[in-house]
Each structure stands twice: as structure tokens, then as C-alpha cells.
């Protein structure tokens, strides 16, 4: 199963002292819109997310049609296709995209751990 690129969203309380963190850390911004409350920064091939006020936790995030860029992939397997292959292997799914669709979606999924996933599909 190919999920596409993955990152961390981090669900922060103020964007600009996260964003100055990780610049410490060797991140810098690839994207997104302060303005908005989010921003993507990268480190090499590393990705976070910065959401604040979007999200209740952190998230594992997968990008089915990206690569770690954020650049389309020739193919790739669709949010939807994905969510039809787990849904057969009796995963619950905490929300779903619609399946008579086409184009960005997303969905998500917990572990057993309680972490949250979120499989979202911008392509």
C-alpha cells in the first residue's frame, strides 16, 4: 500500500514561536499561509506541519499523489482506493471520504494507540 509523502501535523498553540523553534531545528518554511494558521516546514526530507487552532492533537499525515516536495507523482493510488482496501481488512475508520468522487479527499483512521492519521489527498 503507498500512502504518498508523509509528515507530522503538529497541532500548536502559537505558530510563530513554533515556527521560530524549528528554525533552530533546522526547518524552514516550504509553505502554507501564516495568516491562515498553518504553515509546512521542511528539513531536508523531513516534514512538519504547523496547525494551529485546526486541530485537537497531533496527527500522522499521509499525502497520497505527492512526493515528499509536495510534487505529483506519475501514479499513484487513490484516497479512495485506499480507504476501500482498509475498510475491507475490517479497519474502522474515524471519517471517510466519499467514495463516488474524484480528485482531493481525505480520511481518518486511529491505531490502537490513539493516534490519529489522516490520509488527505490534494491531487
Known amino acids: 500500500m503507498q500512502l504518498g509523502a508523509f509528515s507530522i501535523s503538529l497541532a500548536v498553540k502559537d505558530i510563530a514561536a513554533s515556527k521560530q523553534f524549528y528554525e533552530k531545528l533546522g526547518f524552514s518554511v516550504f509553505g502554507g499561509e501564516p495568516s491562515q494558521n498553518w504553515l509546512i516546514m521542511k528539513n531536508g526530507s523531513h516534514v512538519i506541519g504547523l496547525f494551529q487552532g485546526m486541530f485537537e492533537g497531533n496527527l500522522l499525515t499521509f499525502n497520497p499523489g505527492w512526493d515528499q516536495d509536495a510534487?505529483?507523482?506519475p501514479g499513484?493510488?487513490?484516497v479512495r482506493e485506499?480507504?476501500?482496501q482498509l475498510k475491507a481488512q475490517g479497519?474502522?475508520?474515524a471519517s471517510e471520504a466519499d467514495e463516488s468522487g474524484h480528485g482531493?479527499?481525505?480520511?481518518m483512521l486511529v491505531d490502537p494507540d490513539g493516534n490519529t492519521i489522516l490520509v488527505d489527498q490534494h491531487v
Do not use: C, G, I, R
Request: charged fraction near 10%; aromatic fraction near 12%.
Open 76 to 78: 499513484f493510488t487513490d
Open 91 to 93: 479497519v474502522a475508520l
Open 71 to 73: 510534487q505529483p507523482l
Open 104 to 107: 482531493p479527499a481525505s480520511f
Open 82 to 84: 485506499l480507504q476501500k
